[in-house]
């Protein structure tokens, strides 16, 4: 089973067809893409509601930096485990397909688990913060026991998103957004019952929470997937399992999933890093997360966009005007409403009013903030490129642009930061922003050619516009 074909389970109540022919407008695609905007949108939240509280409860400044850092660092063990819910959507079509994709999976979970463990023995986790970061002793500390809280998090992210995979095949969309409903609900309790009873340091709360909210998710993915996998084991492989995926296949086809994911989520750690050796590291420190959240509720609104795109492109690629034509418009929906907090008296509301910051910290958070208006539109942008890219299953080309967009973050805010001494939070959404851009500009030649070579393939056969773009594509962009 294709990934495009896999991804059309993921659809919405509402038909998207008359007399058996795909009627794609800009309605539609609405349609179609609103029920996973939402799940994305009730998890942009979490931050904007864990800084709120962090910042309302002691050393404010030492516990939303030392939560920016472990928050950054589970973000990076988690890395391995995201596309996870690719994998089931696309593999998990039967009872030996389903059963070596759930021993891959929870091997995964092992290892990353591990490795937090790993991370958290004292030498190597002294030797990353003080030796590495150079993060002062009170921020090291709680950043170490916020880990330690941290430590259900990427066995539980795998978990739930294998499971959130079988329901999109079966197109129960609905329940994955009932799973983030338990997630925020749960997380929210946490956080809140903490904050009144014990008021444990703000970085504790905000670990504990998300831990809390996020395995009470995996468990409820797991509940409301019981008839799925039911049914699952009842299916036999169509080819009486003479050619079902082994684990190494398995491997092979989720190794450049991983890897985008991995050198993706590398960027936190690194701005961590650098925003630490910086001007201003603590204010930096401090507000990064809470710019960071901000610009995700915005960004958040493309980031679902990459499952519409692969859905609905078409098998010809029929559909990719009326789909880009969607992605510009949501895209700079999107930033305008940035836009609209970052340039208006908002910003101090959201900053100071909202979020808790002082006075002080909210003068550091606003500037970032109007820096990465543009980032939503180039989000969208990115999401569109890369269902283009996957359409095909010529997935070489997204890893590097992942890499060049890190690459450019990795020499760009050494120049801005260390170089003419801009303040670290400032470097790091500058450089984001320029790494973004040189992200999209490489995606655009590989598309065209995607699209192009497409509609010179046999109609209708995705097999044959995959070989076409590796045969004509790959070669010119590796």
């Given amino acids: 089973?294709?990934?495009?074909?896999?991804?059309?389970?993921?659809?919405?109540?509402?038909?998207?067809?008359?007399?058996?022919?795909?009627?794609?407008?800009?309605?539609?695609?609405?349609?179609?893409?609103?029920?996973?905007?939402?799940?994305?949108?009730?998890?942009?939240?979490?931050?904007?509601?864990?800084?709120?509280?962090?910042?309302?409860?002691?050393?404010?400044?030492?516990?939303?930096?030392?939560?920016?850092?472990?928050?950054?660092?589970?973000?990076?063990?988690?890395?391995?485990?995201?596309m996870i819910m690719s994998a089931s959507t696309a593999l998990a079509d039967n009872a030996t397909s389903f059963?070596?994709?759930?021993?891959?999976?929870?091997a995964l979970n092992a290892t990353v688990t591990v490795a937090m463990l790993f991370m958290l023995i004292p030498p190597v986790f002294e030797s990353v913060m003080q030796g590495v970061l150079g993060l002062p002793r009170q921020v090291m500390d709680l950043s170490y026991v916020s880990l330690w809280l941290f430590l259900p998090w990427p066995g539980a992210i795998g978990y739930r998103r294998f499971y959130q995979g079988l329901l999109i095949r079966d197109r129960r969309t609905r329940l994955v957004a009932y799973g983030t409903v338990v997630r925020l609900t749960s997380m929210a309790a946490t956080g809140l019952l903490l904050y009144a009873t014990v008021a444990p340091p703000g970085a504790y709360v905000g670990a504990a929470a998300m831990s809390v909210g996020v395995t009470l998710e995996a468990v409820a993915s797991r509940l409301m997937a019981r008839a799925s996998v039911r049914q699952l084991l009842l299916t036999p492989p169509a080819d009486g399992g003479a050619k079902q995926l082994g684990y190494r296949g398995i491997?092979?086809?989720?190794?450049?999933?991983?890897?985008?994911?991995?050198?993706?989520?590398?960027?936190?750690?690194?701005?961590?890093?650098?925003?630490?050796?910086?001007?201003?590291?603590?204010?930096?420190?401090?507000?990064?997360?809470?710019?960071?959240?901000?610009?995700?509720?915005?960004?958040?609104?493309?980031?679902?966009?990459?499952?519409?795109?692969?859905?609905?492109?078409?098998?010809?690629?029929?559909?990719?005007?009326?789909?880009?034509?969607?992605?510009?418009?949501?895209?700079?929906?999107?930033?305008?409403?940035?836009?609209?907090?970052?340039?208006?008296?908002?910003?101090?509301?959201?900053?100071?009013?909202?979020?808790?910051?002082?006075?002080?910290?909210?003068?550091?958070?606003?500037?970032?903030?109007?820096?990465?208006?543009?980032?939503?539109?180039?989000?969208?942008i990115l999401s569109y490129q890369r269902g283009i890219m996957v359409n095909a299953h010529v997935t070489r080309p997204v890893t590097w642009a992942t890499v060049i967009e890190v690459a450019v973050v990795a020499v760009g805010f050494p120049i801005l930061a260390w170089g003419i001494g801009m303040v670290g939070v400032t470097a790091a959404v500058v450089s984001f922003l320029v790494g973004r851009l040189a992200g999209n500009a490489f995606l655009i030649r590989p598309c065209a050619k995607v699209v192009s070579w497409s509609r010179l393939a046999k109609p209708g056969t995705l097999q044959s516009e995959s070989a076409v773009a590796r045969r004509d594509h790959e070669p010119a962009v590796t």
């Avoid at 059963?99 to 929870?106: M, Q, V």
Wanted: glycine content about 6%; proline content about 7%.
């Fill in 99 to 106: 059963r070596r994709l759930r021993n891959f999976t929870y």
């Fill in 251 to 380: 491997a092979r086809f989720y190794y450049p999933l991983a890897l985008t994911s991995l050198i993706g989520l590398a960027m936190q750690p690194m701005l961590t890093f650098f925003m630490g050796r910086a001007p201003s590291p603590i204010e930096s420190l401090a507000v990064f997360p809470v710019v960071h959240a901000l610009s995700f509720i915005f960004r958040a609104m493309g980031l679902s966009y990459q499952e519409v795109a692969i859905a609905l492109m078409g098998p010809n690629y029929e559909h990719v005007r009326e789909l880009g034509r969607f992605a510009w418009m949501l895209g700079i929906a999107s930033s305008a409403g940035l836009a609209v907090v970052a340039l208006t008296p908002a910003a101090v509301f959201w900053f100071e009013t909202a979020s808790g910051l002082s006075p002080e910290l909210a003068s550091f958070a606003i500037l970032p903030t109007i820096i990465l208006v543009p980032v939503p539109l180039l989000a969208v």
């Fill in 1 to 82: 089973m294709s990934l495009q074909q896999s991804s059309t389970h993921c659809t919405f109540s509402r038909p998207l067809t008359e007399g058996g022919i795909l009627k794609l407008t800009q309605k539609s695609i609405l349609l179609f893409w609103l029920p996973l905007a939402v799940t994305w949108l009730m998890m942009s939240v979490e931050g904007p509601f864990l800084a709120a509280i962090i910042a309302r409860l002691a050393d404010a400044k030492f516990n939303l930096a030392a939560y920016g850092v472990a928050f950054a660092f589970a973000l990076l063990v988690e890395a391995p485990v995201i």
